[in-house]
């Protein structure tokens, strides 16, 4: 039976690692022509997507509605990964030149649906643990999707997603090929096989939210994303 891989996380939550290290563990295990790797494909999306038909689906998503839904009807393999809500805001704001009202939106919708599929029993990644810098972590998540590869394939999969090799390739995006080109409608190009962007790596600090967020900012994710902060034990302020 196929697989489906749902690789679900906040903005710059190190979800493009996540979803990455997924789909070459599952690439490694059944062959390229047999993954279909996408973004943000849930219900009509997939299910209009004739391209999937016999192969194994890994999708990367952030708050997309009824997730949770569509994960248990296609018994998926999930990860969830989550940052402080109000450091990844000034990522999203820095990253693509954005304003705080926008990007305050798309992350308390990013949080209401990670908290969903958490508190469904999905297993949590926390930026803050940096699990993206630790090479078991690949073992781990083959673990969970189910498939086994070897020690040089997982050390292979954890170099070419280093935060170093992220950066490099980032760089380069616009002078990929063009088919493997897309774009967000605003101009950012980013790689249709990795979902990397040139605009991509940040500077991964923690607590950034306290120097950049005015108070009444700070606040509003009390008010909108309280029980997500608790949750996943972010001080309320």
């Not at 997730?67 to 393999?77: C, G, I, N």
């Not at 990860?79 to 000034?90: E, G, H, N, Q, T």
């Not at 990670?114 to 090479?135: I, N, S």
């Not at 500077?203 to 994303?225: H, I, M, N, Y």
Request: glycine share 8%; proline share 5%; charged share 20%.
């Amino acid at each position: 039976m196929p697989r489906v891989v749902i690789t679900l996380g906040l903005h710059g939550s190190a979800s493009t690692w996540v979803f990455n290290v997924a789909r070459e563990l599952m690439v490694e295990a059944f062959g390229a022509d047999a993954v279909l790797a996408c973004f943000g494909g849930v219900g009509n999306e997939v299910l209009g997507e004739r391209a999937v038909l016999g192969r194994h689906l890994v999708t990367k998503m952030h708050g997309t509605p009824n997730v949770d839904v569509f994960a248990y009807l296609t018994d998926a393999r999930v990860l969830v990964s989550v940052r402080d809500p109000r450091d990844a805001v000034v990522s999203l704001m820095r990253r693509f030149g954005s304003q705080f009202e926008p990007c305050a939106r798309a992350i308390a919708q990013d949080c209401q649906y990670a908290l969903l599929c958490a508190e469904a029993g999905h297993p949590v990644l926390r930026y803050e643990d940096a699990f993206f810098e630790d090479p078991a972590m690949v073992a781990r998540i083959a673990c969970h999707l189910g498939v086994t590869v070897s020690n040089a394939a997982a050390a292979r999969i954890f170099g070419a997603y280093r935060t170093d090799a992220v950066r490099t390739f980032a760089a380069t995006v616009p002078s990929l090929p063009p088919e493997r080109l897309a774009s967000n409608g605003k101009d950012l190009l980013f790689d249709r096989v990795t979902q990397i962007h040139r605009t991509h790596i940040g500077d991964g600090r923690v607590g950034k939210w306290r120097e950049v967020l005015a108070p009444e900012q700070q606040a509003l994710f009390s008010r909108t994303c309280g029980p997500f902060l608790e949750r996943f034990g972010y001080a309320p302020g």
